[in-house]
């Protein structure tokens, strides 16, 4: 993978985990109902797992050994 592809990887998991992570919070806090806190914490859920797993996919930690 070139540096110039691997540096937008981990912008691409930085952006993803921080607009994950604003809409889940964003929800638990203005929502009023069940299904708005189901989904934003589904949203925070979904912040700690994307963004980490396209940086480190950008980072090419997670190649199988040969």
């Given at each position: 993978?070139?540096?110039r592809?691997?540096?937008?990887?981990?912008?691409?998991?930085?952006?993803?985990?921080?607009?994950?992570?604003?809409g889940?919070?964003?929800?638990?806090?203005?929502?009023?109902?069940?299904?708005?806190?189901?989904?934003?914490?589904?949203?925070?859920?979904?912040?700690?797992?994307?963004?980490?797993?396209?940086?480190?996919?950008?980072?090419?930690?997670?190649?199988?050994?040969?």
């Amino acid at each position: 993978m070139t540096g110039r592809l691997q540096k937008f990887g981990v912008f691409a998991g930085v952006i993803a985990f921080v607009g994950c992570f604003a809409g889940g919070v964003c929800l638990l806090a203005v929502g009023e109902d069940l299904y708005s806190d189901g989904i934003g914490i589904y949203f925070l859920g979904k912040a700690f797992f994307v963004g980490p797993m396209l940086i480190l996919t950008a980072m090419g930690k997670g190649e199988k050994a040969r």
